[in-house]
T-cell receptor, first 113, second 112 residues
Framework: NAGVTQTPKFRILKIGQSMTLQCTQD?????MYWYRQDPGMGLKLIYY???????DKGEVPNGYNVSRSTTEDFPLRLELAAPSQTSVYFC????????????FGSGTQLSVL | TQLLEQSPQFLSIQEGENLTVYCNSS?????LQWYRQEPGEGPVLLVT?????EVKKLKRLTFQFGDARKDSSLHITAAQPGDTGLYLC????????????FGTGTRLKVLA
């Protein structure tokens, strides 16, 4: 059972470039989340989804877009990358939502230079 | 504005000492979770508390949810080097949405 899989693990972007961070889960979870974690800090919610076709903004959505066409996949799109987006990005999923355990991927370390 | 504030931000203690980490907010949460994160990995769930005043124990770790469901604490008895890591609290708002908001984090280092 792979759980939550994120790709790539590392990426360096130039300012203004775009990229998509991939996240897929094989647990048939309805809820999926994208967080970013700056060095030594807690996690900030970027976007979340409660099911296929439904997404909503979190605490820091500016500069990002998401889609949820299937239950399994929840890609995060960065348009016009900026140095402020240098961070570690974590995708997570949970069966329902409130009171449920979040299952995290291993993260994508992104540097924008 | 950070919804969940953790204190202390950093803590370095000797093996065998006790410690308490606090997670505070002005908002009410339907549930609160504690995670531990090690370098290069995603956070791993330690416990979920859902009832005001609830106390849960996990070996040497004791978790408490405040009566008003606005705060929580994590107490570690006789800390060991294996307890080293970043401790994060996360709350699900009582408004009915399922957004988990994480705290600012407490980085713990236990010296042998």
């Amino acid at each position: 059972n792979a759980g939550v899989t994120q790709t790539p693990k590392f990426r360096i972007l130039k300012i203004g470039q775009s990229m998509t961070l991939q996240c897929t889960q094989d647990m048939n979870h309805n809820y999926m989340y994208w967080y970013r974690q700056d060095p030594g800090m807690g996690l900030k919610l970027i976007y979340y989804s409660v099911g296929a076709g439904i997404t909503d903004k979190g605490e820091v959505p500016n500069g990002y877009n998401v889609s949820r066409s299937t239950t399994e996949d929840f890609p995060l799109r960065l348009e016009l990358a900026a140095p402020s987006q240098t961070s570690v990005y974590f995708c997570a999923s949970s069966p329902q939502g409130a009171n449920e355990k979040l299952f995290f991927g291993s993260g994508t370390q992104l540097s924008v230079l | 504005t950070q919804l969940l504030e953790q204190s202390p931000q950093f803590l370095s203690i000797q093996e065998g000492e006790n410690l308490t980490v606090y997670c505070n907010s002005s908002s009410v949460f339907s549930s609160l979770q504690w995670y531990r994160q090690e370098p290069g990995e995603g956070p791993v769930l330690l416990v979920t508390v859902v009832t005001g005043g609830e106390v849960k124990k996990l070996k040497r770790l004791t978790f408490q949810f405040g009566d008003a469901r606005k705060d929580s604490s994590l107490h570690i008895t006789a800390a060991q080097p294996g307890d080293t890591g970043l401790y994060l609290c996360a709350g699900a708002r009582a408004s009915g949405t399922y957004k988990y908001i994480f705290g600012t984090g407490t980085r713990l280092k236990v010296l042998a």
